[in-house]
């Protein structure tokens, strides 16, 4: 009897975001290199700025850059909890608001004001910007632990192309991530 | 023939004391790390961190005003004490505003190497983030109060080393913060010099000297090239000018 090959296991379907962050997290984990490839034989590409996707698919892994900074944060966070089974907090501002959140001690209407109106070299009567497609600041830029559940936090700004690929590969053998000292940074 | 010294046990390992001798002393001696923050090994102990919670019997103790006695055995790791010493780490971490990535001390801080070493991968409670003033009024010394842990070193490093009275930690609970000994409140005001210890000692990045934060760059600093546990303790937290 001719027993059928076993099919190829499932790939993972990995998505990624940056909230209020500087794009610098994914930069670092495009710095895996050529372990992209080999990251390629494992994962499928769901949303992500790397496939463009604009929605946000049933994931086996979401890995969510950046903090809170406005309401459509909130919303896109919330979605990628709801369809990623492991929710990944990567890098500070993700975990502690980081740079973002150096404005909290601020009130956010001052600070409009400060940035749209009253800076040198305006046009004569500027306004802060109200077009309703803008989504709404927040009053402080929060991590986003404080509103979803995260399974795993990678730390660094950013953490290290290697910290991504440690992380990635315990993740994607069913391990506990551990990072070690090297790989663990705060900055 | 001269007797030994008496010993307790530290996670198993025999380490010596000297008679009056605390259990974090004797450790350090002995180049055993106890997790800490308020003890330095030139002051009395503070007892305000609780970062060097043992365990002895069914007691838990700090280390740092815990005299040694022969026979104890005193556990230091182990699940459930360092589960806690990761809350305390996490605490305070959301109690100031510790972003690292622009602290000039990041790498060369014993908070941030004990939260790497503990495996603090998040702050897990909710941030603060405090309203707290940076004071640039001193020409040589920052004072940066959203990174104070109130350790008191500086406290103890003024009044019992510097022979001034640079510092002092004022108010209660969580209202408590540190205070400059001058009649404005602004460090400039005092008689601080930037090679006093209390300028020194701070084991985070809220006191540092001013034109030497990149001096040694990020990725060569003190606890990027090993673990705090797997390094001596050192004398001050900044070496001086
Ligand atoms: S004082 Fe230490 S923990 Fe705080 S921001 Fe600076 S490096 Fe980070
Ligand atoms: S300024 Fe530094 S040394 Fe002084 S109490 Fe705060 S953390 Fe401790
Ligand atoms: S070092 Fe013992 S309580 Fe801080």
Partial sequence: MNAAPPPAPRKLRLATVSLAGCFGCHMSFLDIDERLFALIERVEFDRSPLTDLKAVGRCDIGLVEGGLCNAENVQVLREFRAHCKTLVAVGACAINGGLPAQRNHLRIDELLRAVYQQRDGLAAGAQVPDDPELPLPLNRVHPIHEVVHIDYSLPGCPPSADAFWQFLTDLMAGRTPQLGHGLMHYD | ?241
């Avoid at chain 2, 108010?171 to 009649?183: H, K």
């Avoid at chain 2, 985070?204 to 990725?219: M, N, T």
């Fill in chain 2, 1 to 241: 023939m001269t007797p030994a010294a008496p010993l307790f046990l530290l996670d198993g390992h025999p380490v010596p004391f000297k008679p009056g001798e605390t259990l974090i002393e004797a450790a350090t001696r002995a180049g055993r790390h106890i997790p800490h923050l308020c003890w330095h090994p030139g002051f009395a102990p503070h007892g305000s961190c609780r970062l060097c919670m043992v365990a002895i019997g069914e007691r838990q103790l700090a280390a740092c005003s815990t005299a040694a006695e022969a026979g104890l055995e005193v556990r230091l790791h182990g699940e459930a004490l360092a589960a806690q010493r990761r809350t305390l780490l996490q605490l305070l971490f959301v109690e100031g505003n510790h972003f690292c990535p622009s602290c000039e001390r990041s790498g060369a801080c014993k908070l941030q190497a004990e939260a790497c070493e503990a495996g603090v991968e998040g702050p897990h409670f909710e941030q603060l983030y405090p309203d707290r003033p940076v004071d640039a009024s001193h020409p040589d010394v920052l004072l940066d109060l959203n990174r104070c842990i109130l350790c008191g070193l500086c406290v103890r490093a003024s009044a019992q080393h510097d022979g001034k009275a640079v510092f002092a930690l004022g108010g209660r609970g969580l209202g408590t913060q540190l205070v400059v000994g001058s009649a404005s409140g602004r460090l400039g005001d005092t008689d601080l010099a930037a090679s006093d210890l209390a300028a020194r000692i701070c084991p985070v990045g809220a006191i540092l000297p001013k034109r030497r934060g990149f001096a040694v760059p990020i990725g060569q600093r003190r606890y990027d090239a090993a673990p705090i546990s797997a390094l001596p303790e050192t004398d001050d937290g900044m070496p001086p000018p």
